[in-house]
């Protein structure tokens, strides 16, 4: 008798996923590697049937890209990983992510934002096809996913409804609540002590047209921190772009979405 073989899913969750993920990140940053290498990351011995596997859940959620024969950790991924949790654009990402495996599409599609029972979703996986031996592996992983999901979506809807973040310094549009009036003027080179810690602080600005940009860093940095800062002003220099206007078609600026 023939094997039953399971339509195609996840292995792990997003949750699961996004760690992994973090593991190849901190080994090899942006650069394409070999999947053995990339397995190695993860911490399995080389390609075998559960680094695999692991791989293949990463691809699937859009964490990992395939570059010819080698993989590299996709744009998304990157800001999943050094945007702040708190972050708006990180929620989005996070919720494009979940569904991005068709089968957890699918299921949204049939079960909307409510994830049903085990009972529910096992009926319906077995009705397409999925073994009895391995359908529990899916369900898993589909609702550790959406528990993710859902927090994303409850921190963006905090954000789109205008609630401040707990420290009080960020609004939806990421700007300081303080008055401009009343924040410091800072100074090209500047040093100084940051307030969490002994480390000196550098800041340095930079004037165009509409105002001041400033920006501030420790004084002392390893390379794998100068790395880490290269990717976040990728993900900075994305967001910033938002902000440019052109004009409409009756000469007003219109900022772009």
């Given at each position: 008798?023939?094997?039953?073989?399971s339509p195609n899913y996840p292995a792990m969750s997003l949750p699961a996923s996004i760690e992994a993920a973090r593991k190849i990140y901190e080994k090899e940053h942006t650069h394409k590697a070999d999947p053995e290498v990339m397995a190695k990351a993860?911490?399995?011995?080389?390609?075998?049937?559960?680094?695999?596997?692991a791989l293949s859940a990463l691809k699937k959620y859009g964490l990992l890209l395939d570059e010819g024969k080698q993989l590299k950790i996709s744009p998304e991924a990157l800001a999943i990983l050094v945007e702040?949790?708190?972050?708006?654009?990180?929620?989005?990402?996070?919720?494009?992510?979940?569904?991005?495996?068709?089968?957890?599409?699918?299921l949204k599609e049939h079960y909307g934002e409510t994830v049903p029972s085990d009972e529910n979703i096992r009926a319906y996986l077995l009705k397409r096809g999925f073994s009895p031996s391995t359908v529990d592996a899916p369900i898993r992983a589909y609702r550790e996913t959406m528990e993710l999901v859902t927090e994303a979506k409850k921190l963006y809807d905090d954000l789109a409804s205008g609630r401040e973040s707990p420290n009080g310094h960020?609004?939806?549009?990421?700007?300081?609540?303080?008055?401009?009036?009343?924040?410091?003027?800072p100074q090209r080179g500047m040093q100084r002590r940051s307030a969490n810690s002994e480390t000196p602080m550098r800041q340095d600005v930079f004037s165009i047209e509409e105002g001041a940009v400033t920006i501030e860093w420790p004084a002392l940095l390893s390379p794998d921190s100068l790395k880490d800062i290269e990717d976040w002003l990728t993900i900075v220099k994305r967001k910033i772009s938002r902000s440019v206007q052109k004009p409409d078609t009756d000469g007003k600026p219109e900022t772009e979405e």
């Amino acid at each position: 008798m023939a094997r039953v073989r399971s339509p195609n899913y996840p292995a792990m969750s997003l949750p699961a996923s996004i760690e992994a993920a973090r593991k190849i990140y901190e080994k090899e940053h942006t650069h394409k590697a070999d999947p053995e290498v990339m397995a190695k990351a993860l911490g399995y011995s080389g390609i075998n049937g559960a680094s695999a596997t692991a791989l293949s859940a990463l691809k699937k959620y859009g964490l990992l890209l395939d570059e010819g024969k080698q993989l590299k950790i996709s744009p998304e991924a990157l800001a999943i990983l050094v945007e702040p949790r708190d972050s708006k654009d990180r929620a989005k990402l996070v919720v494009a992510a979940a569904f991005s495996p068709s089968l957890f599409s699918e299921l949204k599609e049939h079960y909307g934002e409510t994830v049903p029972s085990d009972e529910n979703i096992r009926a319906y996986l077995l009705k397409r096809g999925f073994s009895p031996s391995t359908v529990d592996a899916p369900i898993r992983a589909y609702r550790e996913t959406m528990e993710l999901v859902t927090e994303a979506k409850k921190l963006y809807d905090d954000l789109a409804s205008g609630r401040e973040s707990p420290n009080g310094h960020e609004s939806e549009t990421g700007a300081s609540n303080i008055d401009s009036d009343q924040q410091p003027s800072p100074q090209r080179g500047m040093q100084r002590r940051s307030a969490n810690s002994e480390t000196p602080m550098r800041q340095d600005v930079f004037s165009i047209e509409e105002g001041a940009v400033t920006i501030e860093w420790p004084a002392l940095l390893s390379p794998d921190s100068l790395k880490d800062i290269e990717d976040w002003l990728t993900i900075v220099k994305r967001k910033i772009s938002r902000s440019v206007q052109k004009p409409d078609t009756d000469g007003k600026p219109e900022t772009e979405e």
